[in-house]
Nanobody, 127 residues
Framework: EVQVVESGGGSVQPGGSLRLSCRAS???????IGWFRQAPGKEREGIAC????????YYSDSVKGRFTISRDTTKNLVYQQMERVKPEDTAVYYC?????????????????????WGQGTQVTVSS
């Protein structure tokens, strides 16, 4: 019933910018949205989350200050604005939806909390 689709990936030069989009359809009432990425040869990591309860945003240290997660007023679109990208940002980026328990947003990056995942979109940062 629930479908999550990412878009906006592609190739970009170091120092450039890119915006990813996440569209969720179906029953997603009170779902928080997280962005994850998996670089070649590395574990998948959480990089950002926007909470459903109060729109609070969370970021990993690797992207803090460079990436911005935001939600459209329609509540079914979430963006990931990427600025000053680096070669190490090269990865498959995933959007995920989940209901995070209150008091557990300090662990927003735990994949177990997210029930619905997109197929991923490739971002390649190179000269």
């Amino acid at each position: 019933e629930v479908q999550v689709v990412e878009s906006g990936g592609g190739s970009v030069q170091p120092g450039g910018s890119l915006r990813l989009s996440c569209r969720a359809s179906g029953f997603i009432l009170n779902h928080s949205i997280g962005w994850f990425r998996q670089a070649p040869g590395k574990e998948r990591e959480g990089i950002a989350c926007i909470a459903s309860i109060d729109e609070t945003t969370y970021y990993s240290d690797s992207v803090k200050g460079r990436f911005t997660i935001s939600r459209d007023t329609t509540k079914n679109l979430v963006y990931q604005q990427m600025e000053r990208v680096k070669p190490e940002d090269t990865a498959v980026y995933y959007c995920a939806a989940g209901i995070l328990p209150r008091g557990r947003f300090n662990n927003w990056y735990i994949e177990l909390y997210y029930d619905y995942w997109g197929q991923g979109t490739q971002v390649t940062v190179s000269s």
